[in-house]
């Protein structure tokens, strides 16, 4: 189990064969990876005037793509992707406005170039703000890549292969996750992950995205928004994990707005038709319940079967950080510390935790604060808000309905539901019982809320709050106790 | 001899609907009476209420369109190709939002069919407290006695009367949304968030429009503000909010024609109005020629044809409005009121429909829940829209003292804004709350896209007695607007910086 420091001097004085002072590191802290978590942990220990290192690096994808400080929410997860969801919906509010009035041509056709460009100058001036926003506060930054090489010691290396050695009295280690592929042949060569797509310099055209996480969904949705041709190869179910009912709601949206889908097949084999930007590729795919074999063409491949954490190659098993061996995840206490008392992780790589940016922050400032600050307060993983923005968004807090029944029994919930028309959908006549609320009360703690589910356009704006009240311990009858706004969604 | 029905309901909008359909249910006798008085121009409309045909459902929908204007220009920046000029039809719109309201019409008039709710397509007044004589359009009368009676007669607009031509030349928000053609060239005048949201929504189709303002902005909200017993209604909002709106609208091109005083409205052979007015601050009479002139200076309630002093039914000799008690009772036995026609309530749908329920369910039902206006939240959609719930700053200096209280806000650019080049610079939030221990926020204010979304969950919280505390606690949905409230850090106090940097 985790210890503090304090309890084994020995054992600091025997790593460096001299008494343990604290400014005989070269660092207070040194953080491997500048994304949400490592960042923000980084500018809170500066605050209170901790010498601090950021080590940050981009192992290039397979097909060559690299991004600048700042991690996946930045520059190829929540940023792109809602900006490239916001172009989407741009394009559904074109076809709305001519019922509202508006004239315009007839042929609207969207290009991507100019689209990927501004997304991609917006990210790169987040980039640069990062770097700024370390150098202000004085925090050492090194576009490295680090690894441990021995206790309190790290290797940094940069592109050009230059090693430097640093040490420091603790460690966070917020290196995240990058995309999984599929282990068949031509995915590395042929296939394109979330990792490309944000900057794909051309228009990737006819695509199948293979996969069903919110990733997947996501990018299909934003896509076929955008006009293209898209297809979605699910092996299983949607968006595991989340309210079952949810998610089907969510297909079926998808479905008929364009997307195709093809269920419970597994790509097997990609192979190249003809080269070009994009070029054509021939997708041999197998199915999960059968000996059936289909075949397809496509000018892009999209791979959003997963993503893992990038702890196997940064020399864990030198200070004997444990880890899943199976997952790579790094397991820690309530504290974020893993087993080596000096060395902390917080973000994606964290075992049984929420893959969430706002959670990475949460956790590193609080761990920072903790250390440095006297402070108390650990992280609250209850109740995490969270929403997918596929072309129908989706927001969600607490338990799913399969969760709910499962811990509490069928007999003890209570799932108060509605579909609702957003007014704005009225006029243009669109999709009039597709949104979709839900609430599911825990009968015997006085109905407490226990989940939240919302279908429907802005959902990330509505759950916030609603969150912030399911963590004042909402029940049923404060909710029925509140006015609601009109005409607003969120009223429902 | 027995009264025909249980319930009389006069007045079939938002509240007096809810309040009927509700007793029904309870397998009740009810009666609904509903009449539209023609506006002065001729403008009138079918079953539903304010909110339903010239209120927040039409409004809505024209910011909606708006709305869609701006995104039109957004879409360039996201890869769209539209080619320019881009022309917007006032006829379409009207016409579709129209279409629209005549279906919710329909819709009302078919619930209470299958609710077995009887419909009187008339106007009511009291013969004697038990007694209702209703008259229809034709003078065909009708006596209805019930047992109880609401009156949600609601209110209509006011017209400025020492004005010459006013009422000749102007229309308002009642007529607004049922022209034909294009309004042209506006001037909704003095302030009231009807006038700010009209305004708004009027620039961003393209119109012309400016606004003459006698002082300060949404001094309309202003008119709910009260102390009644120990619960606070203030739904005071504030001149930093208020400053940001019509600031942002300015940017975009709305007038504003600050401390003017209109003296007169004239028709000139053209058909254009000309409109006279004062210019304060310069001293000076200024004219110029508008297409409409729009007036937005208030609400009366509609009491005066039901005879209430015959039944003495008491209002307040200020407002006109109906005086009742934290059950919705008038000075009369059996005589209720609710919605915008009572003293000291907001002037909101979803409170008058809330409270229309709960007084058929303490009529009918058993219930003795009383209806709770404190902490109601609300939206002016305005083009950057203002959502709020509970206190603004002024009101809880006001009640506190602003040693007692904390305020944290912050300066946030919507994600959609960065490659759309929107400029930013009003999107704002503020959180009032309590400076002892457990700082108990008091009031939450959000200007910004989407602001009902956003306010509607918190009001939720502050229902639960959210505390500062518990807000940071919550972690933020990214990237969303919502998710800056969970992060406000910086107090006024400070005199810090507000503006949010960064992920």
Not at chain 1, 60 to 82: A, D, E
Not at chain 1, 131 to 143: Q, S
Not at chain 1, 411 to 417: A, C, L, R, S
Request: hydrophobic share 35%; net charge negative; aromatic share 8%.
């Amino acid at each position: 189990q985790a210890h503090k420091e304090e309890d084994n001097p020995e054992k600091t004085m025997e790593v460096n064969g001299l008494p343990s002072v604290p400014d005989s590191y070269d660092y207070d802290l040194i953080v491997i990876g500048g994304g949400s978590g490592g960042l923000a942990a980084a500018k809170e220990a500066a605050k209170y005037e901790k010498k601090v290192m950021v080590l940050d690096f981009v192992t290039p994808t397979p097909q060559g793509s690299s991004w600048g400080l700042g991690g996946t929410c930045v520059n190829v997860g929540c940023i792109p992707k809602k900006l490239m969801h916001q172009a989407a919906l741009l394009g559904q509010a074109l076809q709305d406005s001519r019922k509202f009035g508006w004239q315009f041509t007839e042929e609207v056709k969207h290009n991507w170039m100019t689209m990927t460009e501004s997304v991609q100058n917006y990210i790169g001036s987040l980039n640069w703000g990062y770097r700024v926003a370390l150098r202000d506060k004085k925090v050492t930054y090194e576009n490295a890549y680090g690894e441990f090489v021995g206790p309190h010691t790290i290797k940094a290396t940069n592109k050009k292969g230059v090693e430097k050695l640093y040490t420091a009295e603790r460690f966070i280690i917020a290196t995240g996750e990058r995309p999984r592929y599929l282990g068949v042949p031509g995915d590395k060569e042929h296939c394109i992950s979330s990792d490309d797509l944000f900057s794909l310099p051309y228009c990737p055209g006819k695509t199948l995205v293979v996969g069903a996480s919110y990733v997947a969904l996501e990018c299909a949705g934003f896509l076929a928004g955008l006009g293209l041709d898209v297809t979605v190869m699910v092996r299983s179910i949607l968006l595991r994990g989340f309210d079952q009912d949810m998610a089907n709601r969510i297909g079926e949206y998808m479905n008929e707005h364009g997307v195709n889908f093809i269920r419970e097949f597994v790509p097997i084999k990609v192979e190249q038709v003809e080269e070009g930007t994009p070029g054509k590729l021939k997708v041999t795919a197998k199915s999960t319940t059968g000996n059936q074999i289909i075949e397809g063409e496509y000018n892009t491949v999209l791979l959003a079967i997963g993503r893992d954490p990038c702890t196997r190659k940064i020399g864990l098993d030198r200070v004997g950080v444990n880890i899943n061996e199976k997952t790579g995840k790094i397991p820690v206490n309530d504290e974020e510390q893993t087993n080596v008392p000096y060395i902390y992780a917080i973000g994606d790589i964290l075992q049984d935790k929420l893959e969430l940016t706002p959670v990475a922050i949460q956790a590193g400032r609080l761990l920072v604060q903790r250390l440095y600050a006297g402070a108390t307060t650990k992280c609250d993983y209850v109740n995490v808000p969270t929403t997918v923005f596929t072309p129908l968004e989706y927001g969600a807090c607490g338990y799913s309905e399969e969760t709910a029944v499962e811990k509490f029994g069928e007999e003890n919930i209570e799932v108060y539901h509605s579909h609702f028309w957003p007014l704005e959908w009225t006029v243009p006549s669109r999709d009039n019982n597709k949104c979709y609320a839900k609430i599911i009360c825990n009968i015997q703690d006085n109905e407490r809320v226990i989940g939240f589910h919302v279908l429907g356009p802005n959902a990330g704006e509505v759950t916030q709050g609603f969150a912030a009240a399911i963590k004042c311990g909402l029940t049923k009858e404060q909710l029925d106790g509140t006015v609601g706004i009109h005409p607003v969604c969120a009223e429902v | 001899g027995k009264n025909e029905y249980d319930l009389l309901v006069i007045g079939g909008g938002s509240g007096g609907l809810a309040c009927a359909k509700e007793a029904a249910q309870f397998g009740r006798k009810v009666a609904v009476l509903d009449y539209v008085e023609p506006s002065p121009q001729g403008t009138t409309w079918g079953i539903g209420g304010t909110c339903v045909n010239v209120g927040c459902i039409p409004k809505k929908l024209m910011h909606q369109a708006a709305l869609l204007g701006s995104a039109l220009k957004d879409a360039q920046h996201y890869g769209w190709n539209i080619s320019q000029p881009v022309h917007h039809t006032w006829s379409v719109m009207a016409q579709a939002v129209q279409n629209y309201v005549k279906s919710l019409n329909w819709g009302h008039r078919v619930q209470l069919q299958d609710k077995k709710v009887k419909y009187l397509n008339m106007k009511g007044s009291f013969s004697d407290p038990h007694t209702v004589r209703g008259l229809t359009k034709a003078g065909k009368e009708t006596v209805v006695t019930a047992d109880n009676i609401v009156i949600a007669t609601g209110g209509r607009p006011k017209y400025p009367t020492h004005i010459a031509g006013a009422r000749e030349h102007g229309i308002t928000s009642d007529d607004l949304f049922w022209l034909k053609e294009s309004p042209g060239k506006t001037l909704p005048s003095f302030i009231l968030d009807v006038s700010l949201e009209c305004a708004g929504f009027l620039t961003g189709i393209g119109l012309d429009t400016a606004v003459m303002m006698r002082s300060i902005p949404l001094r309309g909200f202003d008119q709910a503000s009260h102390i009644s017993g120990n619960k606070q209604i203030c739904f005071t909002t504030q001149q930093q909010m208020a400053s940001l709106v019509t600031k942002h609208m300015e940017s975009y091109g709305t007038k504003f024609l600050k401390r003017c005083f209109p003296t007169k409205v004239e028709k000139l052979k053209s058909n254009k109005l000309q409109v006279t007015w004062k210019n304060a601050d310069l001293d000076t009479e200024e004219t110029d020629s508008f297409d409409t002139v729009m007036w937005a200076v208030g609400r009366a309630p509609d009491t005066k044809t039901l005879n209430l002093e015959t039944v003495g039914v008491k209002t307040n000799s200020e407002t006109g409005k109906i005086i009742v008690d934290a059950s919705e009772a008038t000075s009369v036995p059996h005589i209720y009121a609710i919605g915008d026609v009572t003293e000291g309530r907001p002037e909101l749908t979803p409170t008058a429909i809330a409270a229309g329920k709960l007084l058929a369910q303490r009529l009918f039902g058993q219930s003795s829940e009383l209806m709770d206006y404190d902490n109601v939240p609300t939206t002016v959609f305005t083009p950057l829209e203002y959502g709020c719930v509970g206190l603004s700053e002024e009101a809880a200096v006001q009640c506190h003292g602003s040693d007692n209280i904390e305020v944290y806000h912050a300066y946030y650019k919507p994600l959609e804004f960065t490659v759309a080049e929107r400029d930013a610079t009003q999107c704002y939030i503020k959180m009032v709350c309590l400076r002892e221990r457990e700082q108990r926020i008091l009031g939450l204010h959000f200007i910004g896209p989407n602001a009902g979304e956003v306010i509607q969950g918190f009001a939720l919280g502050i229902k639960c007695g959210a505390t500062y505390p518990q807000m940071m606690k919550t972690v933020g949905i990214h990237p969303t607007c919502a998710e800056e409230v969970t992060k406000l850090h910086i107090t006024k106090r400070s005199g810090l910086d507000a503006t949010v940097t960064g992920c």
